[in-house]
Structures are given as structure tokens and as C-alpha cells.
T-cell receptor
């Protein structure tokens, strides 16, 4: 069975700094998708970034980028120039590509606090 | 603006009551999901549905059932609510197909069973 592990329950950073959130996963599949979701205090889950396993290039979305290491089964999220609005819980998620519509498997989350 | 709408943001129910949590999406998505979110446990899948009248058990289906009579609506049913079902419930939907672009989530229902 696939599992997703986020080893940092809580992190804190100052505004304008860079922070990296860790995520590792376990799977026997060769093709799959990885996601980072953000859940601010308003509770609305928002997709931050998506990575397809067969693509070597790391995904980027403005200040958010990932370091995808397929052999190591690692998928970390880097947030550059942190802003107060980045304060949220962040979830790493995995989805296998072997079956259409397979459900996402989530990690337990990392609570990120950005302070001024 | 496309949406997944959960009918209640907060809900308080008594032990033993039958509870319905409703979720509606307006994106014509094939797939719909129910998760519960608890501190330190992340999101755990309860049930999901690939199509109308189809349902699949997730990791923690005990004590729950679902209904999907129409494509846009996916209901979670607690047959006899218990205090250990006090939790945040999140509904989500996604397009079908293998090239999956992730989920769109509702805003969640915080259910308290007393």
C-alpha cells in the first residue's frame, strides 16, 4: 500500500525567508502524481503544485517549487519569499496512475507559521 | 467560479441521530470523495464514487454510508452518530481519466456529536 510521510508537524519562518517542507512516499508504481495542498485557517483546501512522476523537471508555481527525487521517493516543497498569507497547514498527497480516478493519499500535514 | 459546496459549515448532533452531510459540485466531475480530517491524522478517505450510483469504500468506511443518485451530488450518511465521529468532514471532486489534475475541495463541515 502507498504511504505518504511528512516528518515535520510544525514549522515557523520569518517573512521574506525561504522554507522547505519535507515529504516522502512509498510506492511500487512507476507512474504517479504528487501534489501539495494548502489549508489556511479558512479551511478551504487549495492546490499549490502538481508533479507528474514521469517528468524529470521540477514543477514551479511562482514562489512555490518542488524538489522531486524519484529514486529517493522524496517530494519537498520550497516556499521562497514567505508571506504572512502562507500561514497554513500543508499536505503532501500521492495518486497512482494505474487506475483512473484513484483516490489521493494524504500525509498528516505540516503546520507552517509565517511571522513578521 | 467553479465550486464544491457543502451544505453546512458547522453541525451539532446528538448520539444516535441519523446525520446527512450533503455535497454538490457544479463542474460536471465524474469522481467525488468524502474524507475526514482529525488533528495528527491528516485526511482519511471514507468513501468515493466514480459515477452515479457507484460507490467504493475508502480506508475508514465503518459507521458511514453514501448516496450518489445524481452526478453533481454526493451525500455522506452517519446511520447512528457516535461521539467518535466528531470531526471535520471534507468533500472533494475531480475529473475522471488517468491524467488527474487533483481535487477541488469544499469548505468542510465541522461535525460535533454530543
Amino acid at each position: 500500500a502507498q504511504t505518504v510521510t511528512q516528518s515535520q508537524p510544525e514549522m515557523s519562518v520569518q517573512e521574506a525567508e525561504t522554507v522547505t517542507l519535507s515529504c516522502t512516499y512509498d510506492t511500487s508504481e512507476n507512474n504517479y502524481y504528487l501534489f501539495w495542498y494548502k489549508q489556511p485557517p479558512s479551511r478551504q483546501m487549495i492546490l499549490v503544485i502538481r508533479q507528474e512522476a514521469y517528468k524529470q523537471q521540477n514543477a514551479t508555481e511562482n514562489r512555490f517549487s518542488v524538489n522531486f527525487q524519484k529514486a529517493a521517493k522524496s517530494f519537498s516543497l520550497k516556499i521562497s519569499d514567505s508571506q504572512l498569507g502562507d500561514t497554513a497547514m500543508y499536505f503532501c498527497a500521492f495518486m497512482g496512475a494505474s487506475q483512473a480516478g484513484t483516490a489521493l493519499i494524504f500525509g498528516k500535514g505540516t503546520t507552517l507559521s509565517v511571522s513578521s | 467560479d467553479v465550486k464544491v459546496t457543502q451544505s453546512s459549515r458547522y453541525l451539532v448532533k446528538r448520539t444516535g441521530e441519523k446525520v446527512f452531510l450533503e455535497c454538490v459540485q457544479d463542474m460536471d466531475h465524474e469522481n467525488m470523495f468524502w474524507y475526514r480530517q482529525d488533528p495528527g491524522l491528516g485526511l482519511r478517505l471514507i468513501y468515493f464514487s466514480y459515477d452515479v450510483k457507484m460507490k467504493e469504500k475508502g480506508d475508514i468506511p465503518e459507521g458511514y454510508s453514501v448516496s450518489r443518485e445524481k452526478k453533481e451530488r454526493f451525500s455522506l450518511i452517519l446511520e447512528s452518530a457516535s461521539t467518535n465521529q466528531t470531526s471535520m468532514y471534507l468533500c472533494a471532486s475531480s475529473l475522471g481519466g488517468v491524467a488527474n489534475y487533483g481535487y477541488t475541495f469544499g469548505s468542510g463541515t465541522r461535525l460535533t456529536v454530543v
